[in-house]
């Protein structure tokens, strides 16, 4: 029973001693692993499609990703999103677009296999299509 409760005291201490600022952080981290699994079981993917589709050849990196602790890159979250077609960094800003300033992207990727680097279609693919916009009133 004492060592129970030396336990819940010290998992009790190590929590407390992390900032909310800290906090935050982990459940950002947590908040996009889930995303990014959420996004492979809608594609039906496994890790190893993903490793594929990303160009990646190390397997643990995937798992890296949606362990939840990784510390992402805007370029990893970018090409995470461009290859799984979801938005990891939503930009817009509605009090910009409000004075008039717009930003506007536009990416249009159709990926076709699963196994083939990312990359590789990108460079072999006819239908993609890029543009982006920017307009300050």
């Known amino acids: 029973m004492e060592k129970t409760d030396k336990r819940t005291r010290k ?3 190590i929590l407390s001693s992390i900032s909310p600022q800290e906090a935050k952080r982990i459940e950002n981290r ?3 692993a889930a995303k990014i699994d ?3 079981k809608a594609k039906g993917w496994k890790n190893k499609d993903l490793m594929c589709a990303m160009g990646k050849s190390n397997p643990s990196e995937v798992t890296r990703w949606l362990s939840g ?3 992402f890159t805007t370029d990893t979250l970018t090409d995470l999103g ?3 077609g979801v938005d990891f960094l939503n930009l ?3 009090e910009q677009v409000a004075k008039g300033n717009n930003y506007q992207a536009t990416i249009n990727v159709f990926v076709v296999n699963p196994r083939e680097s ?3 279609q990108l460079i072999s693919s006819k239908s993609e299509y890029y543009s982006a916009n920017y307009s300050s009133n």
Do not use: C, G, R
Request: charged share 25%.
């Open 11 to 13: 998992i009790s201490e």
């Open 82 to 84: 461009l290859a799984l």
């Open 118 to 120: 990312y990359y590789d």
């Open 69 to 71: 602790t990784h510390n």
């Open 38 to 40: 959420d996004a492979m």
């Open 92 to 94: 817009e800003d509605n």
């Open 30 to 32: 947590m908040l996009i």
